[in-house]
């Protein structure tokens, strides 16, 4: 800006410019000089000789209004929005109080802006009015000056609307923040309620377990009683038991035993010659010769023998020999390989059917029938039974021949039949121990004379098998069924050499 001159009032009009405002008054055509005094007053200076130009006049209050300003700016007002902003973020979990204070900021916002717009307002008014008093440069700079108001006047009005953005960006935050305080509240609420619930839940699980112990501490107490008292009566018995069978008592007990099954052997005997007897007298009438007959108990356990009945008959050593099973299903013969002897001892597969042997000498082919089928040997079903729970049964035997030899020395050896495998040892040695697999066979031996009874035949694999002697035939039938319901379970059924294959329930019937 350039300098005013003392003499630039003389060229303007008296009254030809109104006043600008209330606050800016001349009293004569040109500025008067005055200077700024403490407290903003304003001080005439008349007879000073240092006059002060209307440029600097202008320039100091533009500077003074500038400061005014920038005390109250859209940067100091952001600055203590967001140390309010902090403040509320203090109080969000006070609605209420954020509210307040929401609204305390705006009265404030709202006096800060109307008192920069009246200043603003002031400082355009008294520049318009020093327009019309200058003239050349001077009046372009106070257009100039005139621009810049207008151009902060403009900014403040931006700054304005951005406030009031803010204010309703806050608005929208207070109101999210109370609703999730709302929220907030109202899931502690559930989660205590739950929590309640659970407690009360787990206390009355806590109830019912201590009920329950104390139901099952009083019932054992009870059978813990009872068992006592179970106990004592058994050892009672037991006593009793105990002083009844003294060695003597159970001696005699034996005795008496061998003497019933002597008898019961001898009155079997009888029996099988009656029904033979009655069988011969039923056929008298026929004139077929009755040349041989059939000697022996028919039960498991004994061995049944071809016997000559008369004088005539021809010698069995010259005669051709076959044993049958007669199968109670079909009533057709089942044909026992290498039953060619005149001596047979049933075995368990034979319990329960009727056996027959062929005799062919010469143009005579002579049958012979047991009487009924054979019967079952007392207790060996339950003894078998009793033997299936373990996991491994001893059996001492004798071998008789080995691969059709007779070995050298006939010492005790002991066959182990287990749920997978037969193992037959010699002290430490073992002979021989195999799977139980579909090239394993046993059966009875078929024929052999009176020790046919207590022998089995039994071929490990394929070119290994042994004749092993018992010590009873009760041994040897309970070694034949335990090693087959074994072997059943391993789905591999245990038969004789060329026996035609049955159903499982045929091999393996329960005896009783």
Same mark, same amino acid.
């Given at each position: ?16 410019l109104?006043?600008?405002s ?6 004569t055509?040109?500025?008067p ?5 403490a ?24 500077a ?58 002031k400082?355009r008014?008294a520049?318009?009015?020093?327009k ?12 100039e ?20 953005? @803010?204010?309703? *960006? +806050? ?9 999730? /305080? !709302?929220? &907030?509240?109202k %899931? ?11 407690i ?42 105990k002083?009844?069978?003294q ?45 041989y007959?059939? @000697?022996?108990? *028919? +039960?498991?356990?004994s ?6 009945? /008369? !004088?005539? &008959?021809?010698? %069995? ?8 099973r007669?199968?109670s ?59 299936v ?17 007779h ?10 039949v ?19 697999s579909?090239s394993m ?23 290994l ?5 018992f ?9 034949l ?28 019937p329960?005896?009783s």
């Amino acid at each position: 800006m350039t300098r005013i001159t003392r003499d630039f009032g003389d060229t303007m009009q008296k009254g030809a410019l109104p006043t600008v405002s209330a606050d800016v008054v001349f009293a004569t055509c040109r500025f008067p000089s005055y200077r700024i005094g403490a407290n903003n007053q304003i001080i005439e200076t008349k007879d000073d000789p240092k006059m002060i130009s209307m440029k600097e006049v202008v320039a100091r209050e533009t500077a003074q209004l500038l400061e005014q300003q920038k005390r109250l700016s859209v940067r100091d007002l952001a600055n203590k929005f967001e140390k309010g902003l902090a403040a509320a973020a203090k109080l969000s979990e006070e609605p209420l109080l954020w509210l307040i204070y929401l609204k305390i900021q705006a009265r404030l916002r709202e006096a800060a802006s109307l008192e920069k717009h009246v200043l603003l307002k002031k400082l355009r008014d008294a520049l318009e009015s020093l327009k019309g008093h200058v003239a050349g440069r001077n009046r372009d700079d106070i257009v100039e000056a005139i621009a810049m108001v207008e151009a902060l006047a403009v900014q403040l009005t931006q700054r304005e609307g951005e406030l009031i953005q @803010e204010k309703s *960006e +806050v608005k929208k935050l207070a109101s999210f923040l109370k609703q999730a /305080s !709302e929220e &907030a509240k109202k %899931l502690v609420d559930e989660e205590r309620a739950f929590a309640r619930a659970e407690i009360e839940n787990a206390r009355a699980a806590v109830q019912r377990v201590e009920e329950a112990l104390q139901e099952h501490e009083r019932i054992s107490q009870v059978t813990g009683k009872q068992d006592l008292e179970q106990l004592m009566k058994e050892v009672q018995e037991a006593r009793r038991i105990k002083m009844l069978h003294q060695p003597s008592k159970v001696m005699d007990m034996e005795h008496e035993l061998l003497a019933l099954r002597a008898q019961l052997s001898e009155k079997s005997r009888h029996y099988v010659r009656l029904q033979k007897e009655l069988g011969r007298i039923k056929r008298g009438g026929e004139n077929v010769a009755h040349l041989y007959e059939l @000697e022996g108990t *028919e +039960v498991l356990g004994s061995y049944l023998e071809i016997q000559p009945y /008369s !004088e005539n &008959a021809p010698g %069995l050593s010259k005669c051709s020999i076959q044993w049958y099973r007669i199968l109670s299903e079909c009533a057709k013969r089942e044909l026992i390989s290498g039953a060619t002897k005149s001596v047979y001892a049933p075995e368990p597969f034979d319990v329960g059917h009727v056996l027959q042997v062929d005799i062919v000498s010469g143009s005579q082919n002579i049958t012979l029938s047991t009487t009924g089928p054979i019967d079952p040997a007392a207790g060996l079903g339950t003894y078998v039974e009793a033997l299936v729970r373990k996991h491994d049964t001893e059996f001492n035997v004798v071998v008789t021949h080995m691969n059709d030899s007779h070995p050298s020395s006939e010492s005790i050896h002991v066959l182990h039949v287990g749920k997978m495998r037969m193992k037959l040892c010699r002290g430490k040695a073992t002979i021989a121990k195999e799977y139980y697999s579909s090239s394993m066979q046993l059966c009875g031996v078929r024929g052999g004379g009176n020790a046919a009874a207590q022998a089995v035949f039994w071929q490990a694999k394929e070119g290994l098998s042994f004749i092993l002697a018992f010590e009873t035939e009760r041994d040897r039938n309970a070694a034949l069924m335990l090693a087959r319901r074994f072997a059943f379970d391993c789905n591999i059924t245990l038969a004789g050499p060329n026996d035609r294959s049955r159903a499982a329930d045929d091999r393996l019937p329960s005896w009783s």
